[in-house]
């Protein structure tokens, strides 16, 4: 260090000078990297204080949520003859609608395939996907998802014909065929489960929910593989359902739940509330038909639901009556499974997705 500041005094530089020099680099320095900070906070219109969202604005531009389904699964998305659709994945979206809109019906829906629904994601074709979808650590990991909540509990399982002989997954033999969809995580579950199991298999997967249905109603398979759920809808398309039975067991967990595009926080916290606000309603007892009745409760947590305490709806840059519109105009979570699953006798028995203070596992973070 001595020759260096020895060069620098002979060049007319006092200590003094070197020293309020190497100040006034670490100033520059220090300032340079706050305003590098400054830039990548204020990015992505979704940070800390930011109530920004270019999905929250587009939609409301266009009009309507952008919705991605399934091809058809009864209970959960499926359209009529007239091309209405309903089912609790539905009513996620409808859900958003009536926050975001005001109006429940202002959704575009958009048919997937298993193996297409996260292209239509994150290329921007759809905002939002509620198609039975499976929450899986590689899924949430990738670099264009995130789930935002879980609106049926599940877990896979296998039919079989009833004259087939076989009561359980322990009867099945090498050389057992097994219809499921291709691009899902059925076909892994299937492939650890045979192998762990040491039986040998043929995977008769398609692309298409009915074309696996109509394969395994034809004879092409011996056994139809995938959630219970779908299992239990599908077998409503069958030409004999009566034919056909669930095996017992389970063989995996399923948490299905609604999707969203990575980078825009705001519109991510609406759709995850737009589902909360459903399940907490049940769970305090406010129904499309009392909600409004309720904004005098003596309860916060119900007048919170209901927008007649706080202003939880500036956290996402909406109106303060955001909740109850949704509660108003699909209801709450009890109100959506019982008029597509339970009524339809898909599955009467909600098991799992009972509320937490029912036996179930079915529990949100509070509204406050």
Same mark, same amino acid.
């Given at each position: 260090?001595?020759?260096?500041?020895?060069?620098?005094?002979?060049?007319?530089?006092?200590?003094?000078?070197?020293?309020?020099?190497?100040?006034?680099?670490?100033?520059?320095?220090?300032?340079?990297?706050?305003?590098?900070?400054?830039?990548?906070?204020?990015?992505?219109?979704?940070?800390?204080?930011?109530?920004?969202?270019?999905?929250?604005?587009?939609?409301?531009?266009?009009?309507?949520?952008?919705?991605?389904?399934?091809?058809?699964?009864?209970?959960?998305?499926?359209?009529?003859?007239?091309?209405?659709?309903?089912?609790? %994945?539905?009513?996620?979206?409808?859900?958003?609608?009536?926050?975001?809109?005001?109006?429940?019906?202002?959704?575009?829906?958009?048919?997937?395939?298993?193996?297409?629904?996260?292209?239509?994601?994150?290329?921007?074709?759809?905002?939002?996907?509620?198609?039975?979808?499976?929450?899986?650590?590689?899924?949430?990991?990738?670099?264009?998802?995130?789930?935002?909540?879980?609106?049926?509990? %599940?877990?896979?399982?296998?039919?079989?014909?009833?004259?087939?002989?076989?009561?359980?997954?322990?009867?099945?033999?090498?050389?057992?065929?097994?219809?499921?969809?291709?691009?899902?995580?059925?076909?892994?579950?299937?492939?650890?489960?045979?192998?762990?199991?040491?039986?040998?298999?043929?995977?008769?997967?398609?692309?298409?929910?009915?074309?696996?249905?109509?394969?395994?109603?034809?004879?092409?398979?011996?056994?139809?593989?995938?959630?219970?759920?779908?299992?239990?809808?599908?077998?409503?398309?069958?030409?004999?359902? %009566?034919?056909?039975?669930?095996?017992?067991?389970?063989?995996?967990?399923?948490?299905?739940?609604?999707?969203?595009?990575?980078? %825009?926080?705001?519109?991510?916290?609406?759709?995850?509330?737009?589902?909360?606000?459903?399940?907490?309603?049940?769970?305090?007892?406010?129904?499309?038909?009392?909600?409004?009745?309720?904004?005098?409760?003596?309860?916060?947590?119900?007048?919170?639901?209901?927008?007649?305490?706080?202003?939880?709806?500036?956290?996402?840059?909406?109106?303060?009556?955001?909740?109850?519109?949704?509660?108003?105009?699909?209801?709450?979570?009890?109100?959506?499974?019982?008029?597509?699953?339970?009524?339809?006798?898909?599955?009467?028995?909600?098991?799992?997705?009972?509320?937490?203070?029912?036996?179930?596992?079915?529990?949100?973070?509070?509204?406050?």
């Amino acid at each position: 260090m001595k020759p260096r500041f020895k060069n620098i005094v002979n060049n007319n530089k006092t200590k003094e000078d070197y020293n309020n020099m190497i100040k006034s680099i670490k100033t520059w320095i220090l300032v340079g990297f706050a305003s590098l900070l400054l830039v990548a906070c204020g990015q992505g219109g979704g940070g800390a204080g930011s109530k920004k969202s270019k999905t929250l604005d587009n939609t409301k531009k266009a009009g309507f949520v952008k919705c991605g389904v399934s091809q058809g699964l009864p209970g959960f998305s499926n359209a009529d003859e007239a091309g209405n659709w309903s089912g609790i %994945d539905v009513d996620v979206c409808r859900a958003v609608a009536a926050a975001v809109l005001g109006d429940a019906d202002k959704v575009k829906y958009t048919p997937l395939s298993a193996k297409e629904r996260f292209t239509a994601l994150t290329s921007g074709e759809i905002d939002v996907l509620a198609r039975n979808t499976t929450w899986t650590l590689s899924r949430d990991a990738d670099i264009g998802l995130t789930f935002v909540g879980v609106n049926f509990y %599940d877990g896979q399982g296998f039919m079989v014909r009833k004259n087939s002989g076989i009561n359980s997954v322990n009867d099945f033999k090498n050389g057992i065929s097994a219809c499921t969809n291709t691009g899902t995580t059925t076909e892994l579950n299937m492939r650890d489960f045979f192998n762990s199991k040491n039986i040998s298999y043929e995977p008769i997967a398609f692309e298409k929910a009915d074309e696996v249905v109509a394969a395994y109603d034809a004879g092409r398979c011996d056994t139809y593989t995938t959630d219970k759920s779908g299992l239990a809808a599908q077998r409503t398309k069958m030409s004999n359902p %009566d034919e056909h039975k669930v095996l017992p067991e389970t063989i995996s967990k399923e948490p299905l739940g609604p999707v969203v595009r990575q980078g %825009d926080a705001v519109w991510e916290d609406i759709v995850r509330w737009s589902l909360n606000t459903m399940i907490e309603a049940e769970e305090y007892g406010v129904n499309s038909s009392n909600a409004s009745s309720l904004k005098d409760s003596e309860n916060p947590a119900i007048k919170r639901l209901v927008g007649s305490e706080g202003e939880l709806g500036a956290a996402f840059g909406l109106d303060n009556d955001w909740s109850l519109r949704i509660i108003e105009q699909v209801g709450n979570y009890g109100e959506s499974y019982k008029k597509h699953i339970a009524d339809t006798g898909i599955l009467p028995n909600r098991g799992p997705n009972q509320l937490w203070t029912k036996g179930g596992i079915l529990y949100v973070p509070p509204a406050r």
